[in-house]
């Protein structure tokens, strides 16, 4: 596996394609779903072209996906099998929605993206991160964000107000808090790429703290607001 510092080889570095990729992350409850929708609302504003997704589901195969794994009426899956599904959802969700709309010139602005696999399928089911980490970046074409937001929320204060969980926000305390030190750890050793904020902060703070880390990559994106996706 490469480094966490090493120079990214050019073919599979986000820089050469001509959009930005930007990743919301984070816990269960974090607030991940209004901080897109707000990023969305600016860039259109900006007339910037942009495409938001999700993961997982946000793609033909991604929808079965995301049943089978998040159903609470899915019977057994093992741990292994759990996070090859997700990243099977990966694997196509570049192919179909992320790849094209980069190479558009289009933002992405994504819903969760490889860090979930290795923070929530890693070291939640404690498999090993290395292997994980590997197995998903092969299947994604070690295509990384230029940019991950990482909302940091406790799990004692998001998943516990959840009214309806789904299979695995039902998860005990203890599989969300190696989840968030998976997400952190993620983070700390890549703090160029990353952007780091408590998710109780109000929902204006957070927004322009991701504008201003944002604005300097809006420079390399060119396509106008009509040729916007979803």
């Known amino acids: 596996m490469t480094p966490p510092h090493a120079p990214r080889a050019a073919s599979n570095d986000p820089r050469a394609r001509r959009g930005v990729f930007v990743v919301f992350e984070g816990g269960d409850s974090a607030g991940k779903t209004t901080q897109v929708r707000a990023l ?7 007339g910037v072209a942009f495409t938001t997704t999700h993961e997982p589901g946000d793609s033909w195969l ?5 049943r089978l794994v998040l159903s609470p009426d899915s019977g057994p899956i093992g741990p292994r099998a759990e996070c090859l599904l997700y990243i099977a959802d990966k694997a196509q969700h570049v ?3 992320v790849g094209p709309a980069l190479d558009r010139g289009e933002v992405v602005v994504s819903d969760r993206y490889v860090d979930s ?3 929530y399928q890693a070291a939640g089911r ?3 991160a290395d292997d994980v980490e590997t197995i998903a ?7 990384r964000p230029h940019l991950t937001v990482l909302l940091d929320v406790d799990p004692d204060h998001a998943v516990n107000r959840l009214h309806t969980k789904d299979r695995i926000e039902r998860e005990g305390d203890d599989f969300h ?7 952190l750890a993620l983070a700390e050793r890549d703090p160029e ?4 904020l408590p998710a109780r902060d109000s929902i204006g703070s957070i927004s322009q703290r991701v504008r201003e880390r944002l604005e300097p990559l809006l420079a390399e994106v060119s396509v106008p607001a009509d040729t916007m996706g979803s």
């Open 117 to 119: 696999t290795i923070a």
């Open 126 to 128: 404690f498999l090993a």
């Open 193 to 196: 790429h990353y952007l780091v």
């Open 177 to 183: 808090r190696r989840v968030r030190a998976g997400f």
């Open 62 to 66: 991604g929808a079965q996906v995301r």
């Open 137 to 143: 970046r092969w299947a994604t074409g070690s295509l």
């Open 40 to 46: 969305s609302r600016w860039l259109t504003e900006r």
């Open 95 to 97: 192919d179909e929605v």
